[in-house]
Structures are given as structure tokens and as C-alpha cells.
């Protein structure tokens, strides 16, 4: 009896730690970005004002309910910045990860038809850029990209430019480094689903007539879409809010909603409308994140 | 069927250079004599003798690895916990809410969990610095290495445990003696993976450190934004370099182990 109550003791205490970490950093904070999103902007330290006033009692709380102030809700849609921040977040990133998408298929593939032993070489030649300093590598791109950088200096020596190409502070610039930082996220599950083709299938097809370019449309194309789903997500998601890349390669025209979010809260300092914006990139990408999340699970339930 | 050929090597090569070059010209040029980071004048190595000098830099370097270090350390114990719960403990009440927030700072975008920590901070008025920095990085790590214990406990032979608690071992000491040296590579993966993660942070904790406590890549990036200069070139190098070592022998020391278990394994079945 007394060790059963002890197992069920530790059983709380082994869910009981993680679940307060993750509801105290994860749950709570984001719980507070929706209240602060529904508060008034004044210009102090921190520069809101709080709405729900715990200590005036329960009276005070109902009361403040009645009059949250859904003003930053409204504010986002009259002024034209945040819409068009969203739909170019949206266009760079659904962009960015169709080119993805494009090239790194090819390489997912190569990397499983190669002979088996060197495989894990190849796998590990495609994570260790991950393992880099992010920062470093979009860095890595304001030297080539820009006017004197390398790759108008290599188009240059081979005469097939005359004048500069200006591609640093762009969109292509952007969308560039979001290429190269994100191409791991989709190699990898894309090889993982590839890899575990049965290549009999092909040859059945081959046996039966089916020429190698249709087999791969009609066979090796539908049995790597999990694959695909998982690494558009995988990329599509983090880019849509991405903040350094715009930065650091984008111009001052290029508009994504991290690099506003990060302007909003560092430079104007308007918490609320920084939150405001938080709040609504969180809700448009739910989706996407509802799919990714339903496909983890699917995938935990599937390895067991 | 179709076999690897010229297409797919050349597919390969094609890839790899386009992942290696950018890389490999911010190290070949941090030798650069030259000021002027695109033109080659000369071999030089007198950009490391300055980083040897910016004290604002490497005191950054030692609040980074103090951060990466502390964190990773938490993120290792929480996120080992979270995964077994996930494998071992079935359905309970409350599970969709826990994966969920396991999950999500998984996929969320990383200017929301900084804005998101940095206002709980705010609210329970907890002074920014590098307690605010780590905590933050323990939570967003945490959800990585759960996912790296998790699939090595998937894989794990359950039976082992059985025998033992079957001998009489304490359902504790068997965790202790049987399972922990089991999934000791991947705890030492995720922690790795935990550490590197931290180091390279930049948006979440730009939103939680506080005066004191500036990180590396806070400080790269303020430097990185005045344009491109070879003492970054010189300071990416040793990072990259420091991270090659670290995953080769991590690769190298597995495969050993590796090696030395199935040699055991058949010395045992003869």
C-alpha cells in the first residue's frame, strides 16, 4: 500500500515540475501579452496601464471587464503599416519556402539514393550549419550581397554584369537568407520521408512500363508529402516572424511583422500595440501550428 | 533502382557549396590583411590580436558561455522529465495541455516568447539580467531536448526495467542504474543541443537581458548592423571553429560507444 501511494506521489511530482515551469513561463507570460494588448498606452515605466487591478477586489475586476479597451485592435487595422507588414510577412515567407521547397528536394533526394554507409556523413554535413551561429550566417550574406561583395565582384570578372546588381537591403536579399538559414529545416524531414521508400515500388512501376519520370511523379512524390507538409511548416512558420534576416538584409522598406513587433516595442516603446501585434501574428499562425502540432502527434503515436 | 549517379552527385555538390561557401568566405577572409572586407590583401592575423582586446566582446563571450552553461544544465533535468512523462505516463488528465505547452515555444515565433517573458518580468517586477536571460533560454530549450530524450526512450527496451524491478530494484534506483545510462547520449545531445541553442540566441534575449548582462550575439549583432568588418570575421571563426570541434567529437565519441556496445554485445553472445 504505502509504496503505491509513493509511486502515485512521484508520478504527480514528475508531471507536477515541468507542468509549473511550462505554465509559469509559457502559459502565464502569454496570458499577460493579451492583457497588456487590451490595455491604454501612457507614456511611463512600463508605459501601460494595468487593467485588471488585483487588489481593489473582485467588484473592481468585473467592472474593468466592461471596459477593456479593444482601441490597439482597432488602431492595427486603420493604419495601413501592420495589414501590410502581415500580407508581406505572409508573401516573403510562402515565397521563400516554395523555393525552398524546389531546391531542396533534389538534395533530399540525391541524399537517399546515396550509397547507405555514406549517408550519415551527408546528414551531418546538412545539420552542422545549424549548429553555427545564426547571426554569423545571415552576416555571411551582407558580405556577398552587397555592391562591392563578392557575387557582383564574381559576375563582374566574368563580364556578365556591367553595373552593380543592388540586392543587399531588398526583399531578394531577404528572401535569400531566409533560404539559406531555413534549407536544414526542409532537407531533413524530406530525406527522412524518402529514405524509407521502398524502391521495389519503383521497379514494380519500371516492370510494368511506367517510365522513370512518371514513377517519380506518381510514386516517390506521394509518399514524400508527409515530408513536404512537415518541412513547409517547419520553414513557413519561424519565417513569417522572423526579425534578423529583414534586419540585417532587408531595406528600410522591407516590411515584416517581427522587425515591426521589435520597432513597436524598442523604438516607439507602445507595449500595448506590440502586444496587440503579438497577439494577432499568434492567432494567424495557429493554423499552421495546429497542423504541425496534430502531425507530431500522429508521427509519436505511429514510432510507438 | 535508379542508381546514385553523375545527376545526383552533382545535385550534392551543388547543395553543399551553396550551405559551405558563405560560410567559408567569412573565415577565409578574417585572415585578410586589409580593412576592406572584399578585397584580398594579404595574409594577416592581426584582426584575432584586436579581438584579443575588445574586453566589451569577451566579457559578452563569458556571460554567453555562463548563460549556455546554467541553462542547458536546466533545460537538460526539465526537459528529461517532460519527456518521460510524455512516454511513460500514458493518458492523463490535462495531457493535450501539457504537449501543447511543450510544444509551443517550439514553433512560436521568437519575437513572441521574448516580448511574452520579458512582460511576465515586467509584472512581477524581477529585475532584468542574467538570471531573466537563462530562465527564458531554460524554457524555449527545454522543448528540444525533450524531443531528443523522447525518441530514445521510444526506442528503449522496457524490458531491462522489467527484470530489475522484478530482482527487487526500487522503481528510483532502477531509473538511476538501468535507464539513465541507457539515454545518457541523448541527454548529453540535448544538452548540447541546449547549449548551442542558448549561445546563438539573439531576439529573446535582446527582450530579457538587462544592463550587465550582454550577451554575445547581443553585442555581435549591435557591431553587425554598422556594416561588415573583419574583427566579426575574425569572431565568427573562432565560433565556427569551436562548434566544428564540439559536434565532431560529439559524433566521433558516440560512434565509438557505439562500436565498443555491439562489440560487447556480440562478445557476449559467443
Given at each position: 500500500m504505502a509504496t503505491q501511494r509513493n509511486t502515485r506521489l512521484g508520478r504527480l511530482a514528475l508531471i507536477g515540475v515541468p507542468a509549473l515551469w511550462l505554465t509559469l513561463f509559457v502559459a502565464v507570460p502569454f496570458a499577460i501579452v493579451v492583457r497588456i494588448s487590451l490595455s491604454e498606452s501612457v507614456?511611463?515605466?512600463?508605459p501601460y496601464e494595468p487593467v485588471f487591478d488585483l487588489s481593489a477586489g473582485f467588484a473592481a475586476f468585473a467592472e474593468a471587464l466592461g471596459r477593456l479597451d479593444f482601441d490597439k485592435f482597432v488602431f492595427l487595422t486603420t493604419d495601413p503599416l501592420y495589414l501590410e507588414s502581415y500580407l508581406s510577412s505572409i508573401r516573403i515567407a510562402g515565397l521563400s519556402t516554395a523555393i525552398i521547397l524546389a531546391v531542396g528536394y533534389p538534395i533530399a533526394y540525391a541524399m537517399a539514393r546515396a550509397p547507405k554507409g555514406t549517408q550519415p556523413l551527408l546528414v551531418m554535413l546538412v545539420v552542422l550549419p545549424f549548429w553555427t551561429s545564426f547571426l554569423i550566417r545571415v552576416y555571411a550574406w551582407m558580405g556577398i550581397l552587397a555592391r562591392d561583395g563578392f557575387l557582383n565582384q564574381a559576375l563582374g570578372g566574368l563580364g556578365l554584369i556591367s553595373e552593380p546588381l543592388d540586392i543587399l537591403s531588398t526583399d531578394t536579399a531577404v528572401m535569400i537568407g531566409i533560404v539559406y538559414s531555413y534549407l536544414p529545416f526542409m532537407v531533413l524531414p524530406l530525406y527522412a520521408s524518402l529514405e524509407k521508400m521502398d524502391l521495389s515500388l519503383l521497379e514494380a512501376a519500371a516492370d510494368l512500363g511506367c517510365p522513370p519520370w512518371q514513377a517519380f511523379w506518381r510514386i516517390t512524390v506521394p509518399l514524400s508529402l508527409p515530408g513536404v507538409v512537415a518541412g513547409c511548416l517547419l520553414v513557413f512558420i519561424p519565417a513569417v516572424g522572423e526579425f534578423v534576416i529583414p534586419d540585417l538584409l532587408?531595406?528600410?522598406?522591407?516590411?515584416?511583422i517581427g522587425k515591426t513587433l521589435w520597432s513597436e516595442f524598442f523604438s516607439n516603446r507602445d507595449w500595448p500595440v506590440a502586444s496587440a501585434v503579438a497577439v494577432v501574428l499568434l492567432v494567424a499562425l495557429l493554423v499552421p501550428i495546429g497542423i504541425y502540432q496534430h502531425m507530431q502527434a500522429r508521427q509519436l503515436e505511429a514510432d510507438r | 533502382m535508379r542508381r546514385f549517379g553523375a545527376f545526383h552527385i552533382a545535385v550534392l555538390a551543388a547543395g553543399f557549396a551553396f550551405l559551405y561557401v558563405p560560410i567559408l568566405l567569412v573565415v577565409i577572409y578574417s585572415f585578410n590583411a586589409s580593412r576592406l572586407v572584399t578585397v584580398w590583401a594579404g595574409f594577416s592575423t592581426k584582426w584575432y590580436a584586436a579581438l584579443l582586446a575588445n574586453t566589451q566582446l569577451l566579457d559578452a563571450a563569458r556571460v554567453s558561455l555562463m548563460v549556455a552553461a546554467v541553462s542547458a544544465t536546466i533545460a537538460t533535468v526539465l526537459g528529461t522529465l517532460v519527456a518521460i512523462v510524455l512516454v511513460r505516463f500514458g493518458r492523463f488528465r490535462g495531457r493535450l495541455v501539457f504537449s501543447s505547452l511543450v510544444y509551443a515555444p517550439l514553433v512560436m515565433p521568437e519575437v513572441i516568447t521574448g516580448l511574452s517573458l520579458l512582460l511576465l518580468y515586467v509584472a512581477v517586477a524581477f529585475d532584468r539580467g542574467f538570471w531573466t536571460v537563462t530562465l527564458a533560454h531554460v524554457t524555449f530549450t527545454l522543448s528540444f531536448v525533450a524531443i531528443v530524450v523522447q525518441s530514445r526512450l521510444i526506442s528503449f527496451d522496457r524490458s531491462l526495467e522489467e527484470a530489475a524491478q522484478d530482482l527487487g530494484c526500487p522503481p528510483a534506483e532502477t531509473f538511476f542504474r538501468i535507464t539513465l545510462p541507457i539515454i545518457l547520449p541523448a541527454l548529453i545531445a540535448g544538452w548540447l543541443l541546449a547549449f548551442t541553442l542558448s549561445l546563438d540566441d539573439l531576439v529573446i534575449a535582446s527582450f530579457t537581458s538587462g544592463p550587465g548582462a550582454t550577451t554575445l550575439p547581443i553585442q555581435i549583432y549591435s557591431a553587425v548592423r554598422l556594416g561588415v568588418s573583419p574583427e566579426i570575421n575574425a569572431a565568427s571563426t573562432i565560433l565556427i571553429g569551436l562548434v566544428t570541434l564540439a559536434v565532431i567529437a560529439f559524433s566521433l565519441s558516440t560512434k565509438r560507444s557505439e562500436v565498443e556496445r555491439q562489440r560487447a554485445e556480440r562478445g557476449a553472445a559467443t
Open positions: 507614456i511611463a515605466m512600463p532587408g531595406g528600410s522598406d522591407t516590411l515584416m | -
